[in-house]
């Protein structure tokens, strides 16, 4: 399937047919995520996987009881990962294991430190939440490739999923994406012509 | 190609061989980008190609003098439209004039009239630079997919380009995309395992 037209066909379904995407593909589907670019190679992230009906169960008053939660097959939930330092060294680790050399992983680590160091937490949390908006693209698009649909969500109340989902204050859930095979149709696709959008 | 294969061979060139992507896959390329979701599908952007080596030439000293700017065939200088008032009436009419019932319409509209409403300037900033990442993604894979090469880039300095680009207030510059066929090789690719990301 052409890149374009997995953009074009793609859509945020609204109601799942409650079959579950198979492991197999579920795999694939995380390693398209994680393999997403982030500034500095940060990935500043970390997706819970939430499978178990009881716990959609639990969510989906959480989400304007949105039919999406439990109908999905899994829903994904992008937290910002704020301990961007921990991160960071794993990232640095990492490079040189890969077989970076280890002067430009060195450099690169006193940059990334650097500037990250001057960031306000405001700043962090806005820098998290843009980065999390590409691997949220790649998850939309890796679930058509893979032959089943996805509904990006914004509409949410993070303190009560964190709540419900048990997670620790760093990771804080930014936006969802349920993933599953849907059981609507697509609407008609309308976007801003192109004269409108690029000068 | 297939997406997964897109997403991994992908990667931030530093250096393009200066050819021109040709108007066919650049309008291609366009398409792509525009056809990107957004929060209820606002499209919150307006994007600037710039293709004039005059230009690029200014540009380079406000992007830390970063070789893409220069060698590259086209340079996309994504920005937030902060006029979201207008955007979303050309949005509501452009939904009826597709075929979308007037009913849906008119209760989408009051309802994201009075969500935009309760945005304070910054919350608008935020959610506009976090909808252009999801074009951001859309555009370095939409490249690969089309054969040629890109680099997404922050770090540059947004008042210098609007200056040099002669943008209106109401434009944002948020991040750039250079793209054209590169001149480096793709350098290993690290990321976190995947028992780092998912729980």
New interface residues.
């Given amino acids: 399937?052409?890149?374009?037209d997995?953009?074009?066909q793609?859509y945020?379904t609204k109601q799942f047919d409650g079959r579950m995407v198979d492991e197999d593909k579920l795999?694939?589907l995380?390693?398209?995520?994680?393999?997403?670019?982030s500034?500095f190679?940060i990935?500043p992230?970390?997706?819970?996987?939430v499978s178990a009906s009881r716990i959609k169960a639990s969510l989906r008053p959480h989400a304007n009881d949105q039919s999406q939660i439990t109908t999905c097959s899994h829903l994904l939930v992008f937290c910002a990962n704020m301990e961007f330092e921990s991160?960071i060294d794993?990232?640095l680790g990492?490079?040189e294991q890969?077989?970076?050399p280890k002067a430009m992983v060195t450099q690169y680590g006193t940059m990334i430190k650097g500037y990250i160091g001057s960031m306000t937490p405001d700043h962090r949390m806005?820098f998290a939440?843009?980065?999390?908006?590409?691997?949220?693209?790649?998850a939309?698009?890796?679930a058509k490739?893979l032959g089943f649909d996805s509904c990006?969500m914004?509409g949410f109340d993070p303190a009560a999923f964190s709540e419900v989902l048990f997670l620790p204050e760093e990771y804080v859930p930014v936006v969802l994406c349920a993933i599953g095979y849907a059981a609507d149709t697509a609407?008609?696709?309308?976007?801003?012509p192109?004269e409108?959008?690029?000068?």
Same sequence: chains 1, 2.
């Fill in positions: 399937m052409e890149f374009k997995i953009v074009m793609r945020a795999f694939t995380l390693d398209i995520i994680r393999h997403s670019p500034a190679n990935q992230w970390k997706i819970k996987v991160v794993k990232v990492g490079m890969s077989g970076v806005g939440r843009e980065q999390i908006h590409i691997a949220l693209a790649n939309v698009n890796g490739s990006p914004g609407p008609v696709k309308w976007r801003l192109r409108e959008v690029f000068f």
